[in-house]
């Protein structure tokens, strides 16, 4: 592994806009995030480059394009986040106080962060026309090939399968408050990439990789820039023999007191089998209950997510869902003993297990229903597909050619 170097790191940005380019015509509005987590400076030097390399290569474009650094405090400080992790603060409840003025944002520098990002976003979707597009850039502790992260919808999904990496649904399901969970709760295209291991230069490279390749996608410059085709190979290249859709069946999580060491020589998609020792918390042994593939394997201080397990999603799945959410079978779910709408809006199911254990959480996943535990016996099933703004991309290039 050839690692950034630590002159590169000093380099990290203090201002929040990293760039903003404007096409001669109109077009997509593009916002890429980089650093995040402020020991994640691979996505921030990425982005620096390509918005130098657009403007000194005069590249035509369309639309707009900004480049927006995360953490400036945890960026300059080379630490995740101070008090609070910046990408687990976008819940609605937390939004509104912000909104109000009643968000306290004294208690730390990961909440002034939270205010300014709001600002700079609210002005964004404010001044630009769209459609819109959402990246943000991440790294992972343990050592990985490049994937993307999604919430599960249609348009997501779509989207997101242009890229020649694995694509990982459902991970809302076990993560409260990820700043693109929001942003997909708004309705526009919206997604994070893992570009490689934190210290690794390979991940600032497959970073831009990606940014190429999101550009073009999305219609914002031209598929026949040597650039993109460029990208496609760096990012092709390191994922050939996992491509494709996995899901997340299993999460370790962690409280801020657990001492938890993972066993050493992880790689993210690494296959392990049931009884395998994966970890060690508060002095035991963590061991598999299942057979999967490790994902995204904690190897840092800081952070909740202990590991994760993923699997595979047959083809024949992925067209049974997108034909069930097509015809809206969820409709009729409630007509089902223990299952209710939580409100008039229908986005939500409250599902007694008491009733309805007979229904798995993989029946609703099929639906695009993602779960949250309210209490022992009961679940909310939050709909995936209500909020997407399908109608503002069905003219795009990769809507129609999906």
Excluded at 95 to 124: H, M, P, V, W
Aim: aromatic share 12%; net charge positive; hydrophobic share 40%.
């Amino acid at each position: 592994m050839t690692e950034i170097p630590n002159t590169v790191q000093n380099k990290v940005v203090t201002q929040r806009i990293i760039g903003h380019l404007k096409g001669a015509e109109p077009g997509p509005t593009i916002v890429f995030v980089g650093g995040l987590h402020g020991n994640e400076p691979a996505g921030v030097i990425a982005l620096q480059q390509l918005m130098a390399e657009l403007k000194q290569a005069n590249v035509p474009l369309k639309g707009s394009i900004y480049a927006i650094a995360g953490n400036l405090w945890a960026l300059r400080h080379g630490k995740r986040y101070q008090k609070e992790d910046l990408n687990r603060l976008w819940t609605f409840p937390t939004i509104k106080k912000l909104i109000s003025g009643s968000f306290d944002t004294s208690e730390n520098e990961d909440r002034k962060e939270q205010c300014e990002l709001y600002a700079t976003f609210s002005e964004i979707l404010e001044n630009e026309k769209g459609p819109f597009y959402f990246f943000d850039l991440h790294t992972t502790s343990g050592t990985t090939i490049p994937f993307i992260t999604v919430n599960d919808n249609l348009l997501n999904r779509k989207f997101t399968s242009q890229y020649p990496v694995p694509i990982i649904l459902g991970i809302e399901e076990f993560l409260v408050g990820p700043l693109l969970s929001y942003v997909n709760e708004l309705g526009y295209v919206a997604f994070g990439f893992e570009g490689g291991q934190h210290d690794d230069l390979q991940a600032v490279i497959n970073h831009k990789a990606f940014s190429y390749l999101s550009l073009a996608f999305s219609g914002c410059i031209p598929h026949t820039l040597s650039q993109v085709e460029k990208s496609a190979a760096i990012l092709s290249n390191q994922c050939s023999d996992k491509r494709g859709f996995f899901e997340i069946f299993h999460h370790h999580s962690l409280q801020a007191t657990d001492a938890f060491i993972m066993a050493p020589g992880f790689e993210n998609f690494q296959s392990i089998e049931k009884g395998q020792l994966l970890a060690h918390k508060n002095g035991r042994p963590i061991i598999a209950q299942y057979k999967g593939k490790i994902f995204m394997p904690l190897y840092q201080k800081q952070g909740g997510d202990g590991f994760f397990v993923v699997r595979s999603i047959p083809k024949i799945f992925m067209h049974l869902s997108r034909w069930c959410r097509k015809f809206h079978i969820d409709a009729l779910l409630t007509l089902l003993p223990g299952v209710r709408w939580q409100s008039k809006k229908k986005d939500t199911l409250i599902v007694d297990i008491r009733i309805a254990r007979f229904f798995t959480k993989d029946f609703f996943h099929l639906l695009g229903y993602r779960s949250r535990v309210i209490d022992r016996f009961h679940i909310l099933m939050k709909n995936r597909e209500k909020a997407a703004r399908t109608s503002a991309y069905k003219d795009a290039d990769w809507y129609l050619r999906n």
